[in-house]
Structures are given as structure tokens and as C-alpha cells.
């Protein structure tokens, strides 16, 4: 194990910034708060620059290293600090206080590791370059990483490359997993509106019946995965709602379905977009109904850069030890919007265990806090490596 001697004494203190911001949950661009914290924070480890307000509420610190002047290479490292409208159940003395609001993912741990790295760094700026701290809202879906790159800030702070870490409850507390190439799935959401013929329950063969060709619908698209993408490709097709009716006696006159659609290929996403298209308005007509698909593209797929990752991974084994550094696993079918950033430059994402705990996003999981000397670990020798000098 290579964690950093003055980073392992500063765990309590980062555990202590954890708790306080997992003790205050905020959703989507609404992070106010913790963005408030964060922005105070850099200001007091004397960050070069803290900006604020960048993609609504997205905060941004500037440390310049002080070897090997005038280097001009420029390394982002990026934490999320938003939560998720889930009620707490973990009884924790520093569980959340803000009602059906939860960090069930673990953006409080990611936020308080890059906020130790950053103080770490702005104190003995032990590298030749500019390391560039990025704090995003709304990753839950919102696309507060789409919003920052949108508004520049790969170009305003001249980042030349980027790296994003997320924790992974079940995989070994501390142990490192990535991959080159696709790591999450693109997640594009669909919506379906069915029109049929109301009618009265008991005459059914004078009503087009909006249940039944909803039913047909979500047994058909399956053929999608099963049938028109490549065995050897992935493809996720899960509808997640059915809306329709009001009482036991009647045939409704509409129904509403809505999902979401996973691919880790963009020829994949396109035939999958495509076919769904033709199976929703094929079966609907088959029945005598419409079906009109609202299929709306959201996260990319997030792409690891080649030689990014076989960086990042390199960092994680001089952290961790090389038999703890899986740099071959397999893609998972969840969605980032980190992948926004991975489409504007080169750069990495990579997976740190959590340990034995419950799952992202149930609401009795917790962050682990024994982790924050692995992560901040990462985050400094990542920069300290990438800009020797
Ligand atoms: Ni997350």
C-alpha cells in the first residue's frame, strides 16, 4: 500500500467534511449548499481560482504546482455532489436531514476525497502543471456534466486531459476496476403514448383496447435485444412505467408507457432507436391503435480513452498494489454523465470498491469512509505522476 502518510492523518477530517455534507443532501442543480462548502473550502486552501456557477451551479479550483515553471499541462479531476430523492434508512448519526432526500451513490465521498486531494495539493503543489479540481451538480440525470462542458470550461481552464472515480459496493474495499474503451452504456429514455377506443369493459369487441396493446408492446420490443442486436453487442430495453385506467369497468381510451434504453455502441444505439420506432407503431397499428414514441437521447456512452487508462490504472496499482487493480472488467450497463467530459477530452473513469455494503441508490447505503485515504490517494499521485516534471 503507497497511501500518502499526511493524507491517511487528514482522514478524520475529510470523514468529518463526508458526514456533514451526507448529513445535508441536495438534488440535481440544487446543491446550494454543498457548493457553497465546497467553493469556501478551496478558497481556504488557497486555491489559485475558485469559480462558481459554472453549469448553474458547478464549482471549479485552480492549483498551480510549483516545479518545472511555465509547464503548461493541465490535468481536470472531477467529484459529483449531488443526491437522490430516496428517504435514509440507515439510522446513521449523521444520516440525512433534509426529508426524501439521500447521497445513496456516494457523491458525498467522492466530493470530501476530491476536496482532501485538493487540499493536499494546494499545500505542497508538488508538480509541474495545473491541476484543475471540478465539482459537478446533477449527475442523477439531470446532465450538470453535459451543462458545465457546454459552457466551456474544458477550453476556459485549458484542460488537456480528465478523470472521473466513482466507488463500487461490492467490490473489495479500496480495490481499483476499469477498462479501456466503453465502461458505462449510453441511456437514452423513451416514452409512449397509446390511443386507442374507450369503451365499456363488457364490450370489449367495439373498443380498442389500450392495455392489451400496451402489454403487446413491451413483449414485442424485447425482440429488439433478442432478435435485431448482434448476440455478441449489448442492449438493455426495460419499461419501467405503464399508466392507464381509472376503474375496473372500463376499456381507457389511452395508455402511457415509458422507459429506458442502454447500448455500449453508437451503431448499436441507432439500430436499437430505430427498430424501437418501427415495433411501437407497427404493433399499435396491428391492434387498430396509435402509438406515438418520444425517444430522447441522454447520456453518451462513457468512453474510456486508451492511453488514459492504462495511466489511470498504473496510478491505482502504485496506490493499491497490482493484484488489487482489475484493468480488464467488464462494462457495467449504467449511465454517467462524466461521458460528457470523455467526449471533450481524453481522459478515464474508474471504479473504486466500497466494500460489502448495500447497493447504490437502496436507502441503506452508506459510503465508506476508510476509503478517503485510497481516493485522495489516487487523485494527488495521479497529478503528481502525470506532471513529474
Ligand atoms: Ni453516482
Aim: charged share 20%; hydrophobic share 40%.
Amino acid at each position: 500500500m503507497a497511501i500518502i502518510n499526511r493524507i491517511g492523518d487528514m482522514q478524520p477530517e475529510i470523514a468529518a467534511w463526508r458526514q456533514d455534507i451526507h448529513a445535508h443532501p441536495e438534488l440535481q442543480f440544487d446543491v446550494h449548499r454543498t457548493a457553497g462548502v465546497v467553493a469556501e473550502k478551496l478558497k481556504a486552501f488557497g486555491c489559485d481560482e475558485v469559480a462558481t456557477g459554472i453549469g448553474r451551479t458547478g464549482v471549479v479550483g485552480v492549483i498551480k504546482g510549483k516545479k518545472g515553471q511555465g509547464s503548461t499541462r493541465v490535468i481536470g479531476l472531477r467529484a459529483d455532489m449531488d443526491a437522490l430523492p430516496i428517504t435514509e434508512i440507515t439510522g446513521l448519526p449523521y444520516a440525512s436531514t433534509n426529508p426524501g432526500k439521500m447521497h445513496a451513490c456516494g457523491h458525498d465521498g467522492h466530493t470530501a476525497m476530491l476536496l482532501g486531494a485538493a487540499k493536499y495539493l494546494a499545500e505542497t503543489r508538488n508538480f509541474a502543471g495545473t491541476a484543475i479540481v471540478i465539482f459537478q451538480p446533477a449527475e442523477e440525470g439531470g446532465g450538470g456534466g453535459r451543462e458545465m462542458v457546454k459552457e466551456g470550461m474544458m477550453d476556459r481552464f485549458g484542460i488537456e486531459e480528465v478523470y472521473g472515480m466513482h466507488n463500487y459496493p461490492g467490490l473489495p474495499l479500496g480495490d481499483f476496476a476499469i477498462r479501456s474503451g466503453p465502461m458505462m452504456a449510453s441511456a437514452d429514455r423513451l416514452y409512449i403514448d397509446i390511443e386507442g377506443l374507450g369503451g365499456h369493459a363488457a364490450r370489449p369487441h367495439v373498443s380498442i383496447d389500450t392495455v392489451l396493446v400496451g402489454a403487446q408492446i413491451i413483449n414485442q420490443i424485447q425482440s429488439i435485444v433478442a432478435r435485431n442486436v448482434d448476440p455478441l453487442e449489448s442492449a438493455v430495453i426495460s419499461i419501467t412505467q405503464f399508466h392507464a385506467g381509472t376503474a375496473d369497468n372500463i376499456i381507457p381510451q389511452t395508455a402511457r408507457l415509458s422507459g429506458t434504453a442502454r447500448t455500449l455502441d453508437p451503431n448499436v444505439r441507432d439500430l436499437v432507436e430505430k427498430r424501437l420506432f418501427e415495433v411501437i407503431e407497427g404493433t399499435a397499428k396491428l391492434y387498430g391503435a396509435t402509438a406515438k414514441l418520444v425517444y430522447k437521447r441522454d447520456y453518451p456512452v462513457t468512453r474510456n480513452h486508451e492511453r488514459q487508462t492504462a495511466f489511470a490504472a498504473e496510478v491505482a496499482r502504485e496506490v493499491v498494489g497490482k493484484d488489487r487493480v482489475d484493468d480488464q472488467v467488464p462494462p457495467v450497463m449504467g449511465a454517467e454523465d462524466f461521458s460528457y467530459m470523455l467526449e471533450a477530452r481524453p481522459g478515464a473513469f474508474i471504479f473504486v470498491g466500497n466494500g460489502d455494503t448495500a447497493g447504490l441508490h437502496h436507502p441503506a447505503y452508506n459510503f465508506n469512509d476508510e476509503l478517503i485515504p485510497v481516493g485522495s490517494s489516487y487523485w494527488v499521485k495521479l497529478v503528481e505522476t502525470a506532471m513529474r516534471g
